[in-house]
């Protein structure tokens, strides 16, 4: 018969701090993903600044009324005339219902 040989092998202990040691980093990688993920798309406001494109477009050939007002999405988009100094101004807002996130435009629409 041949002698065995002992093999060296891992304990127990050893193969379980590996473990935990593999799944923290895993966890850690997961949140850093998480939190990436949610701030790109938080702070995307391609969709709501193309509407507001469309709109400014609609005003240019006066087949929009203002006060103009109009949820589009997870946005409340509001139009508004102002008058300072002669000058007519359109302010363009757009709020974000759940995070508060605010796109602001303003343009001269014409002069008194």
Same mark, same amino acid.
């Given at each position: 018969m =041949?002698?065995?040989?002992?093999?060296?092998?891992?304990? !127990?202990?050893?193969? !379980?701090?590996?473990t935990? +040691?593999?799944?923290?980093?895993?966890?850690?990688?997961? +949140?850093?993903?998480?939190n990436?993920?949610?701030?790109?798309?938080?702070k995307?406001?391609?969709a709501?600044?193309?509407? &507001?494109?469309? !709109?400014?477009?609609?005003?240019?050939?006066?087949?929009? /009324?203002?006060?103009?007002?109009e949820?589009f /999405?997870?946005w409340? &988009?509001e139009?508004?005339?102002?008058?300072?100094e002669?000058v007519?101004?359109?302010?363009?807002? =757009? &709020?974000?219902r759940a995070?508060?996130?605010?796109?602001i435009?303003?343009r001269?629409?014409?002069?008194?």
């Amino acid at each position: 018969m =041949a002698l065995l040989k002992k093999i060296k092998s891992a304990t !127990l202990v050893e193969a !379980l701090v590996a473990t935990v +040691l593999i799944v923290i980093v895993f966890m850690v990688a997961s +949140l850093v993903l998480n939190n990436l993920l949610l701030n790109s798309f938080s702070k995307n406001t391609q969709a709501v600044e193309t509407r &507001i494109s469309e !709109l400014e477009y609609k005003l240019n050939y006066n087949t929009l /009324k203002l006060p103009y007002r109009e949820e589009f /999405k997870n946005w409340d &988009i509001e139009l508004k005339e102002e008058r300072i100094e002669n000058v007519i101004w359109v302010r363009i807002s =757009a &709020i974000h219902r759940a995070n508060k996130k605010e796109v602001i435009k303003a343009r001269v629409y014409g002069t008194d």
